[in-house]
């Protein structure tokens, strides 16, 4: 059976906005996202809008594979700082083979907690409806994802690196009852994480 190329989800429901692995919120401080390599993050270079795009296609590996150019967009809560900082924002998706991809029961909630130098956890959840030859939802719980900030991302931009996170069918008739979701993304100006 030829492979049906389509996806869309992120959550970065990716993910999308940045990440760690295993760092609690009592040992991680406060963090922000900031135009500039300093710590604090000073008044005026804090980012409250995230605007990031996928690298490449993020991809839904299944019995088919479901592969989609990725946006998010999003703002800050609590004034660009927190413990962890939330960011609450949309996904869209553009997707090859005919297929589409739609978050829904938005808007996704990510949430970026400083674990390093220029190094983040990202978490977050969300709901995708795929729509390609199969109709089907898949949500992504707990997905988690690792966020380089400037200095230390290859692009010297930044980047969030969601990978083999498992997503789970939620409706549809003849789907996959899991997945494999991976996303990389980076925001459209340099961004460091910052405290």
Same mark, same amino acid.
């Given at each position: 059976?030829?492979?049906?190329?389509?996806? @869309?989800?992120?959550?970065?429901?990716?993910?999308?906005?940045? @990440?760690?692995?295993?760092?609690? *919120?009592?040992?991680?401080?406060?963090?922000?996202?900031?135009?500039?390599?300093?710590?604090?993050?000073?008044?005026?270079?804090?980012?409250? /809008?995230? /605007?990031?795009?996928?690298?490449? /296609?993020?991809?839904?590996?299944?019995?088919?594979?479901?592969?989609?150019?990725?946006?998010?967009?999003?703002?800050?809560?609590?004034?660009?700082?927190?413990?962890?900082?939330?960011?609450?924002?949309?996904? *869209?998706?553009?997707?090859?083979?005919?297929?589409?991809?739609?978050?829904?029961? @938005?808007?996704?909630?990510?949430?970026?907690?400083?674990?390093?130098?220029?190094?983040?956890?990202?978490?977050?959840?969300?709901?995708?409806?795929?729509?390609? @030859?199969?109709?089907?939802?898949?949500?992504?719980?707990?997905?988690?994802?690792?966020?380089?900030?400037?200095?230390?991302?290859?692009?010297?931009?930044?980047?969030?690196?969601?990978?083999?996170?498992?997503?789970?069918?939620? *409706?549809?008739?003849?789907?996959?009852?899991?997945?494999?979701?991976?996303?990389?993304?980076?925001?459209?100006?340099?961004?460091?994480?910052?405290?």
């Amino acid at each position: 059976m030829k492979p049906i190329k389509m996806f @869309g989800l992120a959550a970065l429901a990716t993910l999308v906005a940045t @990440g760690c692995v295993g760092a609690s *919120s009592a040992l991680a401080g406060q963090t922000s996202l900031c135009e500039a390599d300093e710590s604090p993050c000073m008044a005026g270079n804090t980012i409250t /809008h995230v /605007h990031e795009e996928s690298i490449g /296609h993020a991809s839904l590996l299944s019995f088919v594979t479901v592969e989609c150019e990725t946006l998010f967009l999003g703002d800050t809560l609590n004034s660009g700082l927190g413990s962890p900082l939330i960011v609450h924002g949309k996904f *869209s998706y553009t997707c090859l083979e005919d297929c589409n991809a739609e978050e829904e029961n @938005g808007p996704a909630e990510i949430k970026v907690l400083k674990a390093g130098n220029e190094l983040a956890i990202v978490t977050g959840e969300g709901l995708v409806h795929v729509i390609c @030859g199969l109709n089907c939802r898949y949500n992504g719980v707990n997905l988690e994802a690792h966020a380089l900030g400037a200095l230390t991302a290859a692009n010297e931009t930044g980047e969030v690196v969601l990978n083999e996170q498992e997503i789970n069918k939620e *409706s549809g008739v003849f789907c996959p009852s899991t997945g494999d979701l991976d996303i990389e993304t980076e925001p459209l100006v340099k961004t460091y994480i910052s405290s």
